[in-house]
Nanobody, 124 residues
């Protein structure tokens, strides 16, 4: 069973930055694609960013493009989300996800493994 654990969330002032981390453990983690999603109260789960197994190609939602950066360290089984220029509407629970076979990296329904989430609150 693959396990994902997010960390790095917290309270930050609007305009500030946070870096989220996701540690992966378990069998066959290395070839997995990984992604970040978020969900705010009363809203649907929202795709944020994804990175392929090699780390060479990344994908971003329009709402975070230019502000958020996804990266991974395959040797350490870690994926990161650097969040800059944070806005109050970025407040949500942030989740990392992983899977070994995905057709569309933006589609959360195709990911089999999810972390518990980490809360990000941006004050205005």
């Amino acid at each position: 069973q693959v396990q994902l654990v997010e960390s790095g969330g917290g309270l930050v002032q609007a305009g500030g930055s946070l870096r989220l981390s996701c540690a992966a453990s378990g069998r066959a983690v290395s070839p997995f694609a990984m992604a970040w999603f978020r969900q705010a109260p009363g809203k649907e789960r929202e795709f944020l960013a994804a990175v392929g197994w090699s780390g060479a190609t990344t994908y971003y939602a329009d709402s975070v493009k230019g502000r958020f950066i996804i990266s991974r360290d395959k040797a350490k089984n870690m994926v990161y989300l650097q969040m800059n220029s944070l806005k109050s509407e970025d407040s949500a629970v942030y989740y990392c996800a992983a899977d070994s076979s995905i057709g569309n990296l933006r589609n959360g329904d195709e990911y089999d493994y999810w972390g518990q989430g980490t809360q990000v609150t941006v004050s205005s």
